[in-house]
């Protein structure tokens, strides 16, 4: 069975963003650049599903810009057999996003799509629910255990205040939480032959989206500071000040 | 123009994340339903008919809804979705499973972890970690929304008394099946409701040094938190964990210790009402949110304060 999983461009992790001064957006001139932590883990997912012989191709999609190029290298050197940028420049959605990934995985058939928890730049953690739903496939989100065997799916996920399990029947969408696995490195042998591959391309068009915003973002802002705080030289004054000044003890 | 409040329940009792988002729906200035779907809720929903503020609740009972799976839940609200304007859930791990499937079954773009509401359409999220807001209107012609608890002081649980109607359940979908749910039970306050939360992360060492911290909580009534390396060490369980990924707390008290104060966990941490910071690097980045830093070692500091207390 094929195997979809989408992956996002987002500022690197470590990168401390910036708020652009006109309120518009977020930095991202001469910032780096990385597949998002949960996309890691949900093609890491995937390529482990292939060597163990459950899966038999990784297909590796991401929508964006030209520049997205970077990541579909990225999971070529991984491991994913095939990859595809959909190819737009307009500010991306998660709706818009899910409708575009919902015609592509019609037209590709897979039995699986995986998706990352949340994107770290929008953190909408929305788009693998909205896949879901527009498909009708049952969804298991926040993975931190994936078992295929046969058509079924059993998937525990991390919840507040545990974990669950739920068994699904193929297709199925399953979105990538922290602790699914610990993804690998691609190596260097690796990324030179992923270099000679070629990258598949289609416009939202050519799967019949229009993948405009609908929601209008008024402006970005930095968040409240919090007012300086002082260093005490002792547990004795962390004491007497949680008692007398915080109040909170 | 009237909300719909999805009620986030146990079967037999609210969690409190539904007292906060009745808050936020409330705060829209339209008059608010609440659902209540579950399996033998009776208990969930005549506590609801209490909430101050609302209107009327609408419960509804089968087995299928008994563990409240995204797939059969989102099916009832998309066939609800008719009389409301706005729905609303919580941004919990329930309500961010759940609300982006109904938006998209209504084809509508949902606006999720809501900090604050500007005005009928526009509100206040958070991006990047909260190391950015983001104050985003929607134009849809329904509005499916979540809200962050935390930024939401919870509405009174009693001297309410709303209607509790009746409605029927929608056909059981059956796309995934409950399996199981393995919770920890603990004696200690929940994580995301805590007056106090103590958080151990790397600088711990072991789990059996959270011990430490445990004693601590115990003279302080509070509950348990960590960061995600202390979590994925194995010293506590995954729903310890603080942060972006994690729980998002704002206590009145919040110590971090052996924390390094990563964005990540500042993220779930940083609107907390008083921070204590203990480290013995003093130039780790938690002390820059910190109200109160002590640069110390941590396996001395903590059994001085628990013995201070
Ligand atoms: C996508 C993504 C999501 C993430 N989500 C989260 C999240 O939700 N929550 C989260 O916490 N992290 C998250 N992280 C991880 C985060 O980036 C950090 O790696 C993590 O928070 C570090 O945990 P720590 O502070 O315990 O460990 P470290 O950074 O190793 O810090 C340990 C600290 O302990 C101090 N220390 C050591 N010994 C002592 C002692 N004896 N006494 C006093 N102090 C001592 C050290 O000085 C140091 O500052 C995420 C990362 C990614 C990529
Ligand atoms: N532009 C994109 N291209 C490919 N996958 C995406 C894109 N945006 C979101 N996703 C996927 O959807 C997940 C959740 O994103 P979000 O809903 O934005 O938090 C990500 O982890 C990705 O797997």
Redesign the interface.
Known sequence: MKVVVALKRVIDYNVKIRVKTDGTGVETANVKMSMNPFDEIALEEAVRLKEAGIVSEVIAVTLGTQACQDVLRTALAVGADRVVLIETDVELQPLAVATCLKAFVQKEQPRLVLLGKQAIDDDANQTGQMLAALLGWAQATNAFKLEIAGDHATVTREIDGGLETLEASLPVIVTADLRLNTPRYATLPNIMKAKKKTIESLLPADLGVDPSPRLKTLLVSDPPVRKPGIVVNSVTELVEKLRNEARVI | MTTLVIAEHSNLTLRASTLNTIAAALQLGEPVSVLVAGYGADMAAQEASLVVGVHQVLHADAPHYAEQ???EM?VLIQKLATDFTTLIAPA???G??????????L???????ILAIESND?FVR???????????????TKKVLSVRPTSFEATAAQGGNASVVKIEACAAVR??????????SSDRP?L?GAR?VISGGRGLQSGENFQMLEALADK?GAAIGAS?AA??AGYV???YQVG??G?IVAP??YIAVGISGA??HLAGM?DS????AINKD?DAPI?Q????????DLFQ?IP??TA??
């Open positions: 799976l995204a797939e989102a919990t791990v329930f961010r499973n759940l609300l982006p499937r109904v938006a998209a079954l084809d509508i773009a949902p606006i999720t972890d526009t958070p991006i990047y970690a909260g190391n950015a807001l983001a104050k985003v209107q929607t134009l849809e796309l995934s099946q409950f399996k199981s749910r393995d919770l920890a929940e995301a106090v302080l995600r979590v994925d369980p995954n729903d972006q990924t729980k009145e008290l964005v990540q940083k009402k008083v921070i204590v003093p002390f949110v910190a109200d109160y830093g002590l640069v110390a500091a001085e304060l201070a207390l």
